[in-house]
């Protein structure tokens, strides 16, 4: 098992950012230190829904899981919270710990700022994997419900409801202490940040962000998700090329939760191919 140190990245504006680290120095993909790997987590999470994989990942990568902004400990800005924005923030989380380019792992909504990146700064990025992500949420019953929720909460947020959220991801048992931590880092984001966050998701055009990626890709689902559909996955293989995907029998929403050995591996072997 592989140590997680923790540490801040201060970025633009005074923004500052908690993330999680594992592996050694950092160089570019492909320097002598190891590939650089940042993890991008999905809505209201924060790096410790990470924790699983970060400890299981090999030593020849150098892999960082920053939380983003609103969220777990992160700064809590007043505004910021389209995904535009988380996008601009990762870019300038690389630039402040020194990577020039690296493999992005976006899961659930994070990959949406990954792959916003991945379009726009193709130089920065070697690789791409998507972990159960969503071609777009707009046309999903599940989100305009969980909207209809999101857009009444006020501070602090209801617990239960939290725990119901959470426990909705998985197809397979995780472990109770885990999922507790889970829970209790959604907590940390105030209700505008769940608000803002969600909305900017529902009215973003989440399909035009696959759109002129180049780097390769990967998809990676569980075909028990109950949000997204092997169809979805087939319009990420259909509109970037040369992308595939690993399906998981079995599993739920959040591999990385439920398969975090699984995940780490193909994490891998997906560097070791593109390096």
């Known amino acids: 098992m592989s140590a997680v140190a923790v540490h801040k990245a201060a970025l633009r504006e005074g923004l500052v950012l908690p993330y999680a680290e594992v592996g050694g120095p950092s160089a570019e993909v492909g320097g002598p230190s190891g590939t650089a790997v940042v993890l991008v987590h ?6 410790w829904t990470f924790e699983p994989l970060l400890r299981r990942m090999p030593s020849s990568l150098h892999v960082y899981a920053p939380t983003q902004r609103g969220h777990g400990d992160a700064d809590k800005p ?3 919270y389209l995904p535009e924005d988380f996008a601009a923030d990762l870019v300038a989380f690389m630039d402040s710990v020194g990577i020039e380019r690296a493999v992005l792992v ?13 379009g726009r700064y193709p130089d920065r990025v070697a690789g791409l994997v998507l972990l159960g992500v969503p071609v777009t949420l707009a046309d999903k019953p599940a989100a305009a419900e969980l909207w209809e929720v999101v857009r ?14 959470a426990l909705g991801m998985t197809a397979e048992p995780v472990a109770r202490g885990f999922l507790e931590t889970v829970v209790e880092e959604n907590l940390k984001a105030p209700a505008r940040v769940w608000r803002e966050t969600l909305r ?15 780097v390769p890709t990967l998809a990676v689902w569980g075909d028990h998700d109950p949000i997204l559909t092997r169809d979805e996955q087939q319009t990420i293989l259909d509109t970037v090329i ?10 739920g929403h959040v591999v990385y939760w439920e398969r975090p050995e699984r995940v780490a591996r193909d994490i891998a ?3 070791a191919d593109i390096g």
Request: aromatic fraction near 10%; glycine fraction near 14%; hydrophobic fraction near 45%.
């Open 78 to 80: 007043p505004d910021g």
């Open 242 to 251: 040369g992308s595939r995907l690993i399906a998981y029998e079995g599993a």
């Open 200 to 214: 900017g998701l529902l009215e973003t055009d989440l399909r035009a962000t696959l759109s002129g990626i180049l």
């Open 152 to 165: 009444q909460l006020e501070d602090p947020v209801d617990r239960a409801f939290v725990e119901r959220f």
């Open 106 to 118: 976006g899961a659930s909504s994070g990959g949406v700022q990954a792959r916003i990146v991945a």
């Open 42 to 47: 999905g809505y209201v999470d924060s790096w």
């Open 269 to 271: 072997a997906f560097v």
